[in-house]
């Protein structure tokens, strides 16, 4: 009687990488143990996930990472204290810090940027604009960096954010 197969490691866009996640708590300690053999676990662990393969993919979704499609339409939500804000998540492996930017297409529109450390929540960003007006109805180029410690790796997916946003953009 032969021993059962090892579950395979989740594929992703880039191929076979080993899970996302940092430490003991994150996706490279998960219970693959019951399947794969000790030896195997202890050696993931101790290269603290070397093989995982680095990525940065920009996203929306509250609850759930949701893919961009290139020109998609993004709502601009209202906040509770007034302001609107858009809804985004990104995809990482290790990252020490992540870098968010808003920036619309038309020339003399306000660039904005967001900055997350690490352990920051991945799911459910609320960039607020400042200036929503100007974001409104236009093409905005959303930007994504992820510095991993080796690297900075990118992300960029044009979006057009619409919703009932009040006044015209003063910036020309």
Known sequence: MGRPPEPALPVGREGAHAPSGNGAAGGCARAYLSGVRLASTLAI??????????SAELGTGLDAFEPLAEGQPLPM????????????????????????????????????DLRLGEGAPRVGIPFVLS???CFVDRDVQLELEVDDGAAILRDRVRVRPFGDVPGECAAR
């Open 45 to 54: 662990l101790a290269l603290g996930c070397a093989a995982e393969v680095p």
């Open 77 to 112: 939500v209202p906040g509770a204290q007034g302001g609107f804000h858009l809804w985004l998540s990104v995809r990482a492996g290790r990252a020490r810090a992540i870098t968010l930017i808003a920036a619309p297409v038309e020339a003399g529109r306000p660039r904005q």
């Open 131 to 133: 200036s929503p007006e």
